[in-house]
């Protein structure tokens, strides 16, 4: 039996943002965008990835959602504690740089890590933590 990843989400607060970052900086391509009941869904992925979306949705995407939940959902990624991505990269040096001249908030800059890969990571406009990680003898 194949399993393969399909697709994951990223809460986003603002779409526009999010865009400009994840397709202008990171250079991902947009595959989809789709409003519906006043919520709005923008699907991204790697050109080299043709088969994986990051859906860029609402922080709780759940129109049934009380507005308290909403708010707490809100507030927990303002404050950037949702769970983020780990994007794999051929050169970590070069993707950091890339990031960091198109206004990316670096939280780490590049580091060999004792678990095999040279990582670095950053903050998404909405505050999500992303890192980026080469695999050691690559």
């Not at 400009?20 to 391509?29: K, S, T």
């Not at 983020?84 to 939280?107: K, N, P, S, Y």
Request: some cysteine; proline content about 7%.
């Amino acid at each position: 039996m194949d399993i393969n990843l399909s697709q994951c989400f990223i809460a986003v607060d603002d779409h526009d943002k999010a865009l400009a970052f994840y397709r202008d900086v990171l250079g991902l391509e947009v595959r989809n965008d789709v409003g519906f009941e006043g919520m709005r869904w923008v699907t991204v992925g790697s050109p080299a990835q043709p088969d994986v979306d990051i859906v860029l949705e609402p922080p709780l995407a759940d129109p049934n959602a009380s507005p308290a939940d909403k708010e707490a959902m809100a507030e927990l990624l303002a404050k950037g504690l949702l769970r983020g991505v780990i994007f794999r990269t051929e050169d970590c040096d070069a993707t950091f740089e890339r990031l960091r001249a198109g206004g990316g908030e670096v939280l780490q800059e590049p580091v060999d890590q004792p678990y095999g890969v040279r990582d670095c990571a950053f903050r998404d406009p909405s505050g999500n933590m992303l890192r980026f990680s080469q695999p050691r003898g690559r």
